[in-house]
């Protein structure tokens, strides 16, 4: 989905996540089931308990040394629009490296002091990019280009959340850190998801229980989430997203070192280098012509092909069909001409050929025909009046919801 674009989108969004918000117990179903004896030898908890323990945990103050390594399986044109040709060089726009989580792996160093101090630094080869949030302002630097991103933060700290006034308008957007990924899954685990407590483990050297998320109902691309808590303070240590056609994880994020003492002070200082480029960034300008945001607009564009042809893209309507994890979102796109005719007309651009070759097998239904462009984890339905079925689950269940709601 495309990042909002209006004036609420303040660099705070960038800044490292220091503190997991409260998490509504009740609405999760729960399985009484019990850490076995896989790794470290802990108390017994259960996944109420384990999850009330996450929630209390207001740890303020971290450093240490994280790892994710995302595979989605992308068409190589996704790739592309998202950055997968590397974090570091190019431009200092935060935009651009926070997309590019999106593919491949990365090593990040990350330190926080409270909801007004976080660092964040790309160390993918010898060069770095870092993210700096230090009160009002947030800074970025890419030492390879020698480029600066100035933001103001008016907003930090001003917003608060529904976990009981704790502070977290930083990181709304980056979901680098296990904390934030932890949050957000379960934010969204209900009714239904089975919710048990798996194996413990060590994790960065500390021992950890297993929080283990599972679809109950079918048709779903997930197989499963778990998510590594810090036996001693409820910090989430580490998170896989699972497959539910098995293979290594489709998201894994964890750190590989981490201390709870409070971060030397100079750690969130900085200073333009001499001879460096600075970018002001003032409500989003600064972002320049083909920085994330087009790479999102285009990637949003696709479904309908509204914005690669001149077609009416962002007046479709969207309808969500279903729940839970097996969650799909119909959207109709306006489009007046078939993707047919568009593969065959000479005048279509060459991006949005480049595009329709990208995608998968062509599927037929009592819907008609469509073509499918499929990821590990999202898989889309594009049927040739111009309809897009998206969502977590298999090109079966998206045919079955396109023959249902056609």
């Known amino acids: 989905m495309a990042p909002n674009t209006k004036t609420s989108r303040k660099a705070a969004r960038y800044a490292v996540p220091v503190a997991v918000a409260g998490v509504a117990a009740a609405t999760v179903a729960m399985v009484p089931a019990f850490a076995n004896a896989g790794g470290p030898d802990l108390p017994k908890v259960t996944a109420q308990q384990l999850i009330e323990k996450v929630a209390a945990s207001d740890v303020q103050q971290l450093s240490g040394t994280a790892r994710i390594t995302t595979d989605l399986g992308l068409p190589k044109i996704a790739s592309g629009l998202l950055g997968g040709g590397g974090v570091t060089g190019g431009s200092a726009n935060p935009e651009d ?82 904390q934030k990924l932890a949050e957000e899954i379960l934010k969204a685990a209900g009714p239904t998801t089975d919710v048990s407590v798996g194996d413990t483990a060590q994790v960065a050297g500390r021992d950890a229980y297993q929080l283990v998320l599972k679809p109950k109902q079918t048709g779903s691309t997930v197989g499963s989430v778990q998510i590594a808590v810090d036996a001693k303070n409820g910090v989430p240590l580490r998170v896989q997203l699972l497959s539910a056609q098995g293979g290594k994880p489709i998201v894994d994020a964890g750190f590989t070192k981490v201390d ?96 329709l070759d990208s995608l998968g097998d062509k599927v037929t239904g009592k819907f008609g025909e469509g073509r499918v462009l499929s990821t590990r984890l999202v898989n889309a339905l594009i049927t040739d009046d111009g309809k897009v079925y998206v969502g977590a689950v298999t090109k079966d269940a998206l045919v079955k919801a396109a023959d249902a709601n056609k």
């Open 97 to 178: 490296k926070v997309a590019q989580l999106a593919n491949g792996s990365h090593t990040l160093r990350v330190a926080a002091d409270g909801p007004d101090r976080q660092r964040l630094t790309f160390l993918d080869g010898k060069d770095e990019y870092s993210l700096i949030h230090s009160g009002d302002d947030v800074w970025g630097y890419d030492s390879k280009s020698n480029e600066v991103f100035h933001e103001k933060n008016a907003e930090a700290g001003q917003g608060k959340g529904k976990d009981g006034g704790k502070e977290h308008k930083t990181g709304d957007r980056l979901a680098a850190s296990p």
């Open 260 to 355: 709870f003492a409070k971060p030397a002070a100079d750690t969130f200082s900085f200073t333009a280098p001499k001879g460096a480029k600075v970018t002001e960034g003032v409500d989003g300008a600064g972002r320049g012509k083909g920085g994330a945001d087009d790479r999102w607009k285009a990637l949003e564009s696709f479904p309908g092909l509204g914005g690669l042809t001149g077609g009416a893209g962002d007046k479709g309507d969207v309808k969500v069909l279903g729940e839970g994890w097996s969650t799909i979102a119909r959207i109709d796109s306006g489009m007046n001409r078939n993707l047919k005719d568009l593969e065959n007309d000479k005048n279509t651009p060459k991006e949005a050929k480049q595009f």
